[in-house]
């Protein structure tokens, strides 16, 4: 695949992330629950701090993310299951399709969730509002807000 020229102050990496839809992890998160049944249902921005740890290279990314009080974690819920095409949720009255629901359970179980960013520490970030299981692979991060978006 052809790429542009870098422009000045841009960076690349060599390192392979594959093609199609071959995802790459960037890191993982280091939470408060070690079960699945302990983790929130619903995110809560004043709960307990958790840590988003970026492996080299993708750590370069990180410049500049400390000047915003929210971001975006892409996750990959490695620990649900990815066959159920239906589900009875505990607040429904009958069994609904996994497109209509926030379950974790889906055919690509990809989470996205705002959390409050606290502080940058190298290639760690310390933030609050993480509602997933210790170790839980991280995809992307992405300002919360982006006034060029």
Known sequence: MSHKPLKP????????LGADATLGFIGHVET????????????????PESLVVVNAPWDRALEGVEGFDWIELY???HKARRDLLLIAPHHADGPRGVFSLRS???PNPIAVTNVRLIAREGARLRVAG??????????DIKPGRCPYA
């Open 130 to 139: 993480l509602e997933a299981l210790d170790g839980t692979p991280l995809l």
């Open 75 to 77: 996750l990959w819920f």
């Open 9 to 16: 102050g841009e960076e690349a990496t060599d390192t392979p």
């Open 32 to 47: 408060p629950w070690k079960r699945l049944s302990d983790c929130p249902k619903r995110a809560d921005p004043e709960g």
């Open 104 to 106: 974790p359970v889906r």
